[in-house]
């Protein structure tokens, strides 16, 4: 099997020489495979692009063969902590990031996993390469009793990405709590139609919320408190869910990739979409 998706990646980078998603899920084969020299060949090609410091480290150690690579399916896991499933993550993954894609319409993103020391909720999806998704896990993750929920969110953002926090979240938990699978965060899958929303944030402008763009991952200039951090994720999802209900899944993917192109209107963009 591995071979057949090896000789695909050549055939892909022998027709386009810039096709940078193939040449880097070639460089993760090939380390997973212990062929470092095709690596390290590989690599070569980011380190002249200047890719993002943290991925380049992290790739020079995949292709120098420092950090062990596990492929599960069309996932690759890079340097698992001990602690970690990485068949039961791989498997969850995949599952995830077929499910979502087919749902848009769209072909599923290869997956790299990699990994952090920050706190368990410091999951981050990066989409730094066309067709590749990076998901950045904390070595906690797995630890917490709804991690399958985790994946799901992440591969949300995987799948489809608009560049607005609050829509992009209120898909992400949409999709968990479509996937069926037992979720903590931002509340029970049950409860988040009941949810009693934090006062500040239930009465915040929308056009605020839609607005944030600030670099953490906690909402830390809009909340103050653990209630209100659920309760921007809980008041996303419903959001999401008004425009799925009145556009459909095709409306939806015309909203984010437009969203993705014309950030600078957020809510003329909404509204001209969601009306038209």
């Not at 596990?70 to 499933?85: E, L, S």
């Not at 410091?122 to 993750?141: C, D, K, M, Y």
């Not at 949409?174 to 899958?189: D, I, M, T």
């Amino acid at each position: 099997m591995t071979g057949t998706v090896r000789k695909a990646l050549d055939a892909r980078i022998i027709s386009d020489h810039y096709d940078l998603g193939a040449i880097l899920e070639r460089l993760l084969l090939s380390a997973a495979l212990g062929d470092f020299t095709a690596a390290k060949s590989d690599a070569k090609v980011f380190e002249r692009l200047g890719f993002a410091a943290r991925a380049l480290s992290i790739l020079s150690k995949v292709a120098h063969g420092e950090v062990p690579v596990v492929v599960a399916g069309p996932v690759y896991v890079v340097d698992a902590p001990g602690a970690v499933d990485t068949e039961a993550l791989g498997a969850t993954l995949n599952d995830a990031r077929i499910e979502l894609a087919r749902m848009i319409n769209r072909p599923p993103k290869v997956t790299w996993v990699d990994f952090h020391d920050g706190p368990a909720y410091a999951n981050i999806t990066r989409l730094e390469l066309p067709g590749v998704a990076r998901i950045s896990l904390s070595r906690q993750f797995q630890v917490q009793s709804d991690w399958p929920a985790i994946l799901w969110h992440e591969a949300a953002h995987a799948t489809m990405f608009a560049g607005v926090r609050f829509l992009d979240e209120g898909w992400a938990v949409w999709c968990q709590a479509k996937s069926g699978v037992k979720s903590e965060f931002p509340v029970r899958n049950t409860d988040l139609e009941t949810y009693s929303l934090a006062a500040q944030i239930e009465a915040m402008p929308l056009p605020r919320l839609l607005a944030y763009s600030g670099p953490d991952l906690i909402f830390g200039d809009l909340a103050t408190s653990d209630h209100e951090w659920r309760s921007i994720y809980v008041r996303a999802y419903r959001f999401f869910r008004a425009i799925h209900a009145k556009l459909g899944m095709g409306g939806v993917v015309t909203v984010f990739e437009a969203l993705s192109k014309e950030r600078q209107d957020i809510t003329g963009t909404l509204r001209r979409i969601c009306n038209a």
